[in-house]
């Protein structure tokens, strides 16, 4: 039972966090565009602010989902995590998959979020 609560617990803050990261996505993107409007350099650098802001707070989001579910479980940190990490990449990447193909981005972000996780789980393991 306590399995299922830690693999919750880490999946719940991931999925949170991630929602809250995207609503300030949105609103950080309509500032931008309408900065853009007014500078046209920013227009040739919209395309990539998404990577070059996005991929590492999502990660540093996934680090500590993987830092809490090790820290609810107590015992077996790497298996916890990798489930945690495995749940919700897939949860992120199955749905767009109807209307998409995969990627390589999309699979190297899959890799990055299972890996960060492990990451987060790991360092609790250390401490």
Known sequence: MRSIKA???G???IIIAIL???LA???IAVAYNAMAKDYPLLNDIAGSF???IGIPVFLVIMFFGGYITADAV???VLPHCLAVGFITASGMIVPTLENASLTLTGIVI???AIGATSAGGLYWQRK
Do not use: A, P, T
């Open 50 to 52: 998404r990577y070059i």
């Open 20 to 22: 809250v990261m995207q």
């Open 11 to 13: 999946c719940l803050f």
């Open 7 to 9: 693999i919750g617990i």
């Open 74 to 76: 107590g015992e077996k």
């Open 25 to 27: 996505y949105i609103f």
């Open 110 to 112: 899959f890799v990055l």
